[in-house]
């Protein structure tokens, strides 16, 4: 995507909000980060940012990579809402429609894991490929899956956090933290699962915990089985429990192991380590990802 023309950004977080003026990884113009609070408060930080910038002209369009789950559904009622989080106050916050009525610009509006997908086929790990995998693994886990240059929504966003996952109750007793499913994915391999079943945050875990291997079977279980689902040609594995760069050799080994040969693929049986990697954009997946679904919004825009 080469373009002169700016956008904005908004990676709108449970922790954070960045909301950034760009077109690209090489041309931030301005950037802001601040914590979410109240809906209330954190949209009007927001929309105060971006309003110098769309009164002089400067932008015409705002991506928006949002927590969710989300209604991403155009025709319904409550587009662009978050519906049922257990971020307190957000529940039915209508982000999409606050921004856009504030501002009277295009909003483009998507799960954040999305968003950061997006970020990284445009202009990082898995830039010129057909489909990715971008995972994050931090205060929850998600999964946006990018084919033919767009991200993957059928009935709702997917859920890739929330899928079950071998867990031998002998070797791991720890019942989980998801408050829908116990042990899924995301309960027992979030970093809230870890300093819940360890006391103790996962950058403070050290390199050498046997628990180590036990969340590496976890992470290589659920990549086990989306590749064998969606084919990704690139998984790309952000977030915060993924800053332990250790992690990455170990999932590699481990997916491979599970997977035994059944996926004759080079990526997997020769180069793995250039199969599974961290986000090239580095933090700036969600952020840039925003700007690239306003870019991507405005190309679709009939003349």
Known sequence: MKNSQLYGGIEAGGTKFVCVVANGPDRVV?????????????????????????SSGQIHAIGVGCFGPLDLNPKSPTYGHISFTPKPNWSHTDVRGTLQR??????????????AALGETTWGASMGLDSSLYVTIGTGIGGGYIKDG????????????????????????????????????????????????????????PEEDAFWDIETHYIASALMNFILTLSPKKIILGGGVMQREFLFPKIRRRAR??????????????????????????????????????????????L
Do not use: W
Not at 102 to 115: E, G, H, K, S
């Open 30 to 54: 301005d950037e802001v980060r601040f914590p979410t609070t109240t809906p209330d408060e954190t949209l009007r930080r927001a929309i105060q940012f971006f309003q110098p910038f769309v």
């Open 102 to 115: 504030a501002l009277n610009v295009d909003i483009a509006f998507d799960i954040d894991v999305n968003a």
């Open 150 to 205: 767009k991200p993957l929504v059928g009935m709702l966003n997917l859920e890739m956090g929330h899928v079950l996952i071998p867990h031998n109750r002998e070797l791991d007793p720890f019942p989980g933290i998801c408050p829908f499913h116990g042990d899924c994915f995301e309960g027992l391999a979030s970093g809230p699962a870890i300093e819940k079943r360890l006391s103790l945050s996962g950058a403070l875990v």
């Open 257 to 302: 192991e599970l997977l035994n040969g059944y996926v004759s693929s080079k990526s997997i049986l020769e180069s793995i380590d250039n199969y599974i990697v961290p986000p090239a954009l580095g933090n700036q997946s969600g952020s840039l990802g925003a700007i690239a679904l306003a870019m991507q919004m405005t190309e679709a825009q009939p």
